[in-house]
């Protein structure tokens, strides 16, 4: 059922405070950076803070929330480690859009105002950090390791053709901005104290399911397939492409779940046969 009430004290605040850089040079790039703020000790609405910062020599989003955080407010909370588009801790909403903070460059932004907000429908612990619990958990019931009848020895060995068929799928950093950007996901998935067979699993989740489904070593295809065969967690993809849009790493989680679709129609044929 969608829920149409927004969750309590979810409602942001119009009282944000501003902050600016005092010292800049006459060459100074100044750009309005507008943060989503919430700190749960307070037990206080969110509200969006405002910092006007000197862009000059700055190219990276990520670069620019560690500008402010030194500079300007050492109490903005958000996530990152890699810096290189690896670890997928970073992800952010950024002017609309999910996407990594420390791949996504000012120049893609245009030249208005910068909005950095947390990946959308997702639990907030504090300002743009995000409970990935469920997500997370998510991935865990696709059983995302290899589980082979006869381990060799030594090295497991596939073909070249069989390696290539993982391409597209085993590049995925689970940094949650596809499932988030996807309005199925925010309606079926992460419902909190929802039941757990009615759950979408999301684009992120099912990508995974099938880069292990296709694996040549993985003796679990069928098995795989059963689990997924179910109204909530695999049918309520809707095909809305979000998920193509956001994803950073250029992978197309709904060209997976469409796949996985379609292998379950050839197993129930051959059931049937
Ligand atoms: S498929 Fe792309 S957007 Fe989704 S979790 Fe993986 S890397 Fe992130
Ligand atoms: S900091 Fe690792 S992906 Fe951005």
Known sequence: MVELTLPRNSKIKQD??????????EDA??????I????????ENPRVDSYEVDTKGISMVLDLLIKIKSELDP??????????GVCGSCAFNINGKNGLACTTGLDELGRGDINIYPLPHM???????????KFYEQHASIQPFLQADDIPEEEHLQSQEDREELDGLYECILCASCSTACPSYWWNGN???????????????????HRWIK????????????????????YRCHTI????????KGLNPAKAISEIKAMLVARRGERVA
Request: aromatic share 6%; charged share 35%; net charge negative.
């Open 123 to 133: 639990p907030v612990v504090k300002d743009l950090v995000t409970d990935l619990t």
């Open 215 to 234: 694996d040549s070593r993985d003796d679990r295809t069928d098995e795989r397939l059963a689990q997924l065969d179910d109204t909530f967690k695999l």
């Open 36 to 43: 989503y703020r919430y700190d749960p000790d307070t037990g």
């Open 16 to 25: 944000g405070k501003s902050y600016r850089t005092e010292k800049t040079g």
């Open 75 to 84: 109490t903005v909370a958000f996530r990152r480690s890699c810096r290189e």
């Open 191 to 209: 419902k909190e104290g929802g039941a757990e067979d009615e759950e979408y699993l999301g684009p992120a989740a099912l990508l995974q399911a």
């Open 29 to 34: 790039a100044l750009r309005t950076v507008k």
């Open 241 to 248: 492409m979000n998920c193509v849009q956001v994803c950073p």
